[in-house]
């Protein structure tokens, strides 16, 4: 099973931008769809973005599209999340979770990294 590592959280402000990553360890990284979720304080865990094992394919939840692009480099065993356009709403712990199929649902993957925080002032 894959171990997963975030990082690229910080505090910015409304409009800006910010750049996640997740480094994955201990498992084949290409064999897996990736996927990065959020949850905000008092709010379940909402889907964000994921990708298939290639990075061919994307999908984003409605909130963000327009505004976030998922992608992966296999060869560095990378995956990322740049965050554009940056509202308040957008606060909150950022998970990266491996999958072995592209999907939203947050069942569906068995790994998951640690989470970091994104705080978004307006």
């Known amino acids: 099973q894959v171990q997963l590592v975030e990082s690229g959280g910080g505090l910015v402000q409304a409009g800006g931008s910010l750049r996640l990553s997740c480094a994955p360890s201990g498992g084949t990284f290409s064999d897996y769809a990736m996927g990065w979720f959020r949850q905000a304080p008092g709010k379940g865990r909402e889907f964000v973005a994921a990708?298939?094992?290639?990075?061919?394919?994307?999908v984003y939840g409605d909130s963000v599209k327009g505004r976030f692009t998922i992608s992966r480099e296999n060869a560095k065993n990378m995956v990322y999340l740049q965050m554009d356009g940056l509202k308040p709403e957008d606060t909150a712990v950022y998970y990266c979770?491996?999958?072995?199929?592209?999907?939203?649902?947050?069942?569906?993957?068995?790994?998951w990294g640690q989470g970091t925080q994104v705080t978004v002032s307006s």
């Open positions: 990708t298939t094992k290639s990075g061919g394919s994307t």
């Open positions: 979770a491996a999958s072995r199929s592209l999907t939203t649902g947050s069942r569906y993957y068995n790994s």
